[in-house]
């Protein structure tokens, strides 16, 4: 939510409706109308202030917001990707710059910029892309408001290679078929841990240790639980023990499927695991082919009707066809005005006054065409945008107003002096 108020407020910035000082102003006006709470507020402005300084002292000639980026290799083939929240274009000494900013709102402080892989990843990424080759530098920034950090970073054209080694290893060394395995709480993304392949999880030692120190609630029976605390507490140890279970579970179906004995008596009952094999899930193919599978019983309205749309995935497959046409038609207008450029040139040579002028006037046209293209340069964000008010106008689409609630765990160190 912070994100879309800061690349709002950037945007209105980029359309021409503010000064850079607009900005602060125009974002502050929005979050009243949100009734965002002050540190909401405060970690917006922070970040405001500090793009809006950067605009006014760089002179700033290019802004985009929300940009995909991505890191491909030598031959066209994806290596990495990711979406830049702000990226500020300027010149210096006649050559073109970058600055890339991210805008960090956790809690948790990031690695700085000149050890960010992901800074890294996308500066690289940019420096690669068709519209930047003009560039001579990225300057990669990261700002974290609600624990006061700024850092940024430049990396040089000529440092793309050594970066891009970096990031190819980093991915290699990660897509191992047996990486090294450290138990840490980036567990519950790992898909190691998610399918019970971690040897370093099914480790009861790893788990003896780390709970050493959990604050244990009186039971872990709801019903014989009375204070919020002691609720906190059990959900906490949950939380925390939760991620070792996954490779004692996948170990346990292995066994069980080998017929090996899994039962024991525990306080006069008979434990036992056995396996119960469920029916494979049925997954459906391309839908076109389906139709054409079944054309002359299910009509296209009635195929359509057995489908499930998602908003997210409509959003991408529509941004991707935009900013695909988008960056075709600048393409092509590219081509136009170095077209009538060569036109001119060879016209001038010849002392063709003719060709010479329609060189002009298409030429002026193609300019126009571009600035044109530039005004309204269509990005995933303002796609996404796009589509959503093309389906409401149709009533294809309604936000309810109902919050949904979820639990965050958040933790603080607390110092104690004792005098």
Same mark, same amino acid.
Request: proline fraction near 4%; charge should be negative.
């Given at each position: 939510?912070?994100?879309?108020?800061?690349?709002? %407020? @950037?945007?209105?910035?980029?359309?021409?409706?503010?000064?850079?000082?607009?900005?602060?102003?125009?974002?502050?006006?929005?979050?009243?109308?949100?009734?965002?709470?002050?540190?909401?507020?405060?970690?917006?402005?922070?970040?405001?202030?500090?793009?809006?300084?950067?605009?006014?002292? *760089? *002179?700033?000639?290019?802004?985009?917001?929300?940009? $995909?980026?991505?890191?491909?290799?030598?031959?066209?083939? @994806?290596?990495?990707?990711? =979406?830049?929240?702000?990226?500020?274009?300027?010149?210096?000494?006649?050559?073109?710059?970058?600055?890339?900013?991210?805008?960090?709102?956790?809690?948790?402080? @990031?690695?700085?910029?000149?050890?960010?892989? +992901?800074?890294?990843?996308?500066?690289?990424?940019?420096?690669?892309?068709?519209?930047? +080759?003009?560039?001579?530098? @990225?300057?990669?920034?990261?700002?974290?408001?609600?624990?006061?950090?700024?850092?940024?970073?430049?990396?040089?054209?000529?440092?793309?290679?050594?970066?891009?080694? #970096?990031?190819?290893?980093?991915?290699?060394?990660?897509?191992?078929?047996?990486?090294?395995?450290?138990?840490?709480?980036?567990?519950?993304?790992?898909?190691?841990?998610?399918?019970?392949?971690?040897?370093?999880?099914?480790?009861?030692? /790893?788990?003896?240790?780390?709970?050493?120190?959990?604050?244990?609630?009186?039971?872990?029976?709801?019903?014989?639980?009375?204070?919020?605390?002691?609720?906190?507490?059990?959900?906490?140890?949950?939380?925390?023990?939760?991620?070792?279970?996954?490779?004692?579970?996948?170990?346990?179906?292995?066994?069980?499927?080998?017929?090996?004995?899994?039962?024991?008596?525990?306080?006069?009952?008979?434990?036992?695991?056995?396996?119960?094999? =469920?029916?494979?899930?049925?997954?459906?193919?391309?839908?076109?082919?389906?139709?054409? /599978?079944?054309?002359?019983?299910?009509?296209?309205?009635?195929?359509?009707?057995? /489908?499930?749309?998602?908003?997210?995935?409509?959003?991408?497959? $529509?941004?991707?066809?935009?900013?695909?046409?988008?960056?075709? #038609?600048?393409?092509?207008?590219?081509?136009?005005?170095?077209?009538?450029?060569?036109?001119?040139?060879? %016209?001038?040579?010849?002392?063709?006054? *003719?060709?010479?002028? +329609?060189?002009? $006037?298409?030429?002026?046209?193609?300019?126009?065409?571009?600035?044109?293209?530039?005004?309204?340069?269509?990005?995933?964000?303002?796609?996404?945008?796009?589509?959503?008010?093309?389906? #409401?106008?149709?009533?294809?689409?309604?936000? #309810?107003? /109902?919050?949904?609630?979820?639990?965050?765990?958040?933790?603080?160190?607390?110092?104690?002096?004792?005098?």
């Amino acid at each position: 939510m912070l994100h879309e108020f800061c690349q709002e %407020a @950037v945007e209105h910035y980029a359309a021409g409706k503010c000064d850079a000082k607009g900005i602060y102003e125009f974002a502050q006006g929005r979050m009243i109308a949100a009734d965002l709470n002050e540190e909401q507020m405060t970690s917006v402005n922070w970040c405001l202030h500090r793009v809006a300084e950067t605009i006014e002292s *760089h *002179h700033v000639t290019g802004v985009w917001t929300e940009e $995909y980026v991505t890191i491909r290799q030598p031959d066209g083939g @994806v290596v990495n990707f990711g =979406s830049a929240d702000l990226i500020l274009f300027y010149n210096k000494g006649g050559k073109k710059y970058a600055i890339l900013i991210d805008y960090k709102f956790g809690r948790v402080k @990031v690695d700085p910029a000149p050890t960010n892989r +992901q800074g890294h990843s996308y500066a690289i990424a940019l420096l690669q892309s068709k519209d930047c +080759q003009d560039v001579e530098a @990225v300057t990669v920034r990261f700002l974290q408001p609600r624990i006061g950090y700024d850092t940024e970073a430049m990396v040089q054209r000529n440092e793309v290679p050594d970066y891009y080694d #970096s990031i190819v290893q980093l991915i290699d060394d990660a897509s191992m078929p047996n990486p090294p395995k450290t138990p840490c709480k980036a567990c519950a993304y790992c898909k190691f841990a998610d399918e019970g392949s971690c040897e370093a999880l099914a480790n009861m030692t /790893a788990i003896a240790s780390r709970c050493e120190d959990l604050p244990m609630p009186p039971t872990f029976e709801e019903g014989l639980l009375e204070h919020p605390q002691d609720f906190a507490k059990a959900y906490w140890c949950m939380k925390k023990v939760e991620p070792y279970f996954y490779g004692i579970k996948k170990k346990c179906l292995e066994l069980a499927e080998a017929g090996e004995d899994m039962s024991f008596m525990h306080n006069g009952e008979f434990v036992e695991f056995v396996v119960a094999y =469920s029916k494979s899930k049925r997954e459906l193919g391309n839908a076109g082919e389906i139709f054409e /599978a079944l054309e002359g019983t299910l009509s296209p309205e009635q195929l359509m009707a057995c /489908a499930e749309i998602r908003v997210t995935k409509l959003e991408d497959v $529509y941004g991707n066809i935009k900013v695909d046409e988008y960056k075709e #038609s600048v393409t092509t207008v590219k081509a136009e005005i170095q077209h009538w450029k060569d036109v001119k040139k060879k %016209a001038k040579k010849e002392k063709d006054s *003719h060709n010479m002028a +329609q060189a002009d $006037y298409h030429g002026d046209n193609c300019k126009e065409k571009m600035a044109t293209l530039k005004e309204f340069r269509i990005t995933k964000a303002n796609s996404k945008e796009s589509l959503e008010q093309i389906l #409401s106008a149709e009533g294809l689409i309604t936000r #309810s107003d /109902a919050k949904i609630a979820k639990i965050i765990m958040k933790t603080k160190q607390i110092n104690k002096e004792i005098e």
